[in-house]
């Protein structure tokens, strides 16, 4: 079963979020759990596995930035995606930079885009579990060798160093912000 958090203090965008992938994903199961109130959303987190996990940016209390660094440290399986009505896109680059946002959709959203987000991060969270599960394996010692072999995430950040050179070199502050130079 595909769960999804739904975060928004607005309860028309969490009804309207609801109905619209509930009519998307009509043969498959999936529960949706929304809430208008940032701290019940990161509880629930902490007892409940999420696959997806949406939220708004702003928000009184903790921001949606916030609620997602939260939910990175708590489930870091589950794919974030914000969707907000805000214009401080560089508050939202800092989301995504902190908490590893996934999309970023803006409101009003287009139905169809939401779908595909929702679809993408199903295949994304399949990849990561599956990563997850894989890397002990990768991890074992190769007896013939008498070495051990990379995970493969570290396998990828080579590669990705390989095509960027720095990108996977990044110095975060105290405050889990990227320090530019």
């Known amino acids: 079963m595909r769960r999804i958090l739904i975060l928004d203090d607005e309860i028309a965008v969490l009804n309207a979020l609801r109905r619209t992938l509930r009519a998307a994903f009509p043969d498959e199961a ?13 509880l629930r987190a902490g007892v ?3 696959d997806v996990v949406i939220s708004d940016y702003r928000m009184p209390g903790l921001n949606g930035a916030d609620v997602l660094q939260l939910m990175k440290g708590l489930q870091p399986d589950a794919v974030r995606i914000v969707v907000s009505a805000t214009t401080a896109f560089g508050d939202i680059i800092a989301a995504v930079n902190r908490a590893e946002v996934f999309r970023y959709l803006a409101k009003p959203w287009q139905q169809e885009e939401l779908i595909a987000t929702v679809r993408e991060a199903f295949v994304r969270r399949d990849s990561r579990v599956r990563a997850r599960l894989e890397q002990p394996a990768a991890q074992m010692p190769d007896l ?4 051990q072999h990379p ?6 950040l080579e590669e990705l160093e390989v095509e960027e050179p720095g990108m996977t070199r990044v110095d975060w502050d105290e405050h889990g912000n990227i320090r530019l130079y």
Do not use: K, L
């Open 30 to 42: 999936i529960e949706i759990e929304t809430f208008d109130e940032p701290e019940n959303a990161v």
């Open 48 to 50: 409940q596995d999420f």
């Open 151 to 156: 995970p493969s995430h570290q396998i990828e």
């Open 144 to 147: 013939r060798a008498g070495r």
